[in-house]
C-alpha cells in the first residue's frame, strides 16, 4: 500500500448545520500519515465543530469522513472499532476522575481493545513514559497540575496507537506557564510520526510545528498552506486581518 | 416524679424476659425484609435510572410517571394497595410479599431519582472522552457514568434506603410480624408498654450499624486526591 498517498483523514464536502444556522458548509481536508495539520481561525469559525465531526462526537449534516479508507458517515459503520482509530484530546482534559492515572490510560485498552490487566498497564505505562510521566501512574488526577493533566489526556490518547490524535484546542484550558510542557510532548509526538490534526490557538507552536496550517472562517477552509506561507504571506484578506488581530 | 413507677411500666424486667423472643422473632422478620427491599429497590432503580440515559422520549415519559407516583403516595397507602385490594384482582400476596414489592417499589422511585440527578451532574466530557476512545454506550455507562454518578448520589441513596427499611413498620398493618407489630401485641398482651421499648431498642441495634455503613460509605466514596 502507497501510504504516502492514501490520506489517513479526509473530509470531503463535510457540511453541519444547527437549526437553519449553517456551521459548517462544505469541508475538504486531506491529512496524510505522519503530517502535523494546525487548524486556526477566530471564535465561531467551525473549527472545534469540524474536529468534533471526525470522529462523531457530533454528528454532521452532509459529506464523507473518511478515516483510513473508513467513511464514518455510511451507515451501519462500526462506530466504536473506527473510533479506537482515532484519539481524541480535549480542552477541558477529560480524565476520569475515579480512576487514578493508570486506570484513565489503561480503561479503554482494557475495555474495547481486550487486553489484559497486566499488558494493558505496560502499554500504558510506555505511553505515560512517551508523556514524562511514568512516576505519576498511581496518582489521583486532581492531584496533578493543569499540564500534567493534558499530558495524561495525550497518554490516554496514544495508548491505543491510534491512526491519526484530534486536539481540541490543548492549552487553552492551560496557565500559561505550563503550555509550553503540553505543547513539548505534542512536538515530540510529531517527530515520531504521529499524525495529527489540531485545534489551536497557539500561532507560535502552529508556525514553528506544523507541517501545514489551515485557516477558517465562517464555516470554510479559507486558505490553508505550509506555515511560512499562511503567517509569511496570507493571500486572502480574511487571514490577513485575522493574523494581524492575533499577532499583534 | 416516681422513678419505681416509671422504671416498672417502661421498663419492666420480668415483662421483658417473658416478651424477648417475640421481638426477637419480629427483629428476624424486619432484618429479612429490610435487605430485600434495599437489594431489590436498588437493583431496580439503578435498571430505571440507565433506562431513563437511553433518553428515548416514551420510555423516559412512563419511568418520571412512576417515580412521581411512587414518591407522591404514602407507602402506607402502596402497602393497603396490594394487600387488601389485589387479591380483588386474582392477585393474591402474603403481608411479607405485599410490603417488600410496595416498599421496593418506592425505594425505586427514590434511587432512581437520585441516580439520575448523579449521572446529569457528570459533566458531558466524561462521556465524551469515554467514547471518544471507543468504549460502547453500556461500558461508558458502567465504566465511566455509574461509578461518578453513585458517588454524587450516595449521600441522598444512603438516607433514603435507611427511611424506606425503617418504613418496614408499616408492615404491622396488615399484620406482618415484624416488630413494631410483635411489639404492639406483646404490650396489650402483658398490659404494659415495656414491649414497645424493647421494639425501640430492636430497631436501633439494627439500624445504628447500617446508619455507620452508611457514613463509612459516604466516607470512602469521597474524592481521592
Known sequence: ?248 | MDIQQLLFTFANAEVAARYWPDIAMGMRITLELGAWVTVSGLILGVGLALLRALQWRPLTLLIVCFADIMRALPPLVVIIMFYFAFPYIELSMSAFTATWLALSLVLAAYAEESLWGGIRAVSKGQSEAARASGLSWWQCMTSVILPQASRIALPGLTNRVIAVAKNTALGSVVALSEILNNAQSASSNAGNPTPLVLGALAYLLIFIPVVLLGRWLEARMAWRR
Open chain 1, 1 to 248: 500500500m502507497n501510504t504516502a498517498a492514501y490520506p489517513i483523514l479526509e473530509l470531503v464536502g463535510l457540511r453541519k448545520h444547527y437549526g437553519d444556522q449553517e456551521v459548517l458548509k462544505g469541508i475538504d481536508l486531506r491529512v496524510r500519515p505522519g503530517e502535523l495539520v494546525c487548524v486556526i481561525g477566530p471564535s465561531g469559525s467551525g473549527k472545534s465543530s469540524m474536529l468534533r465531526c471526525c470522529n462523531r462526537l457530533e454528528e454532521c449534516s452532509g459529506g464523507q469522513i473518511v478515516v483510513d479508507g473508513t467513511d464514518l458517515a455510511a451507515p451501519g459503520v462500526n462506530l466504536n472499532q473506527v473510533r479506537q482509530k482515532i484519539g481524541m484530546v480535549f480542552q477541558q482534559f477529560n480524565l476520569y476522575p475515579h480512576l487514578n492515572v493508570l486506570g484513565n490510560v489503561t480503561l479503554a485498552l482494557r475495555k474495547v481493545q481486550g487486553y489484559s490487566r497486566a499488558k494493558a498497564q505496560e502499554k500504558a505505562l510506555a505511553a505515560l513514559a512517551r508523556v514524562g510521566l511514568a512516576d505519576k501512574a498511581d496518582a489521583w488526577p486532581a492531584a496533578l497540575s493543569g499540564g500534567q493533566q493534558q499530558r495524561v489526556g495525550i497518554a490516554r490518547a496514544i495508548a491505543l496507537e491510534p491512526r491519526i490524535v484530534l486536539f481540541d484546542e490543548p492549552t487553552s484550558a492551560l496557565d500559561p506557564e505550563l503550555v509550553g510542557s503540553v505543547l513539548q510532548v505534542m512536538q515530540e509526538l510529531r517527530e515520531s510520526g504521529m499524525t495529527m490534526l489540531v485545534v489551536t490557538h497557539e500561532m507560535a507552536f502552529a508556525r514553528a510545528v506544523a507541517d501545514r496550517v489551515v485557516f477558517m472562517d465562517g464555516g470554510v477552509i479559507v486558505e490553508q498552506g505550509p506555515p511560512d506561507a499562511i503567517f509569511g504571506a496570507p493571500r486572502e484578506l480574511r487571514t490577513q486581518a485575522f493574523l494581524q488581530r492575533v499577532c499583534s
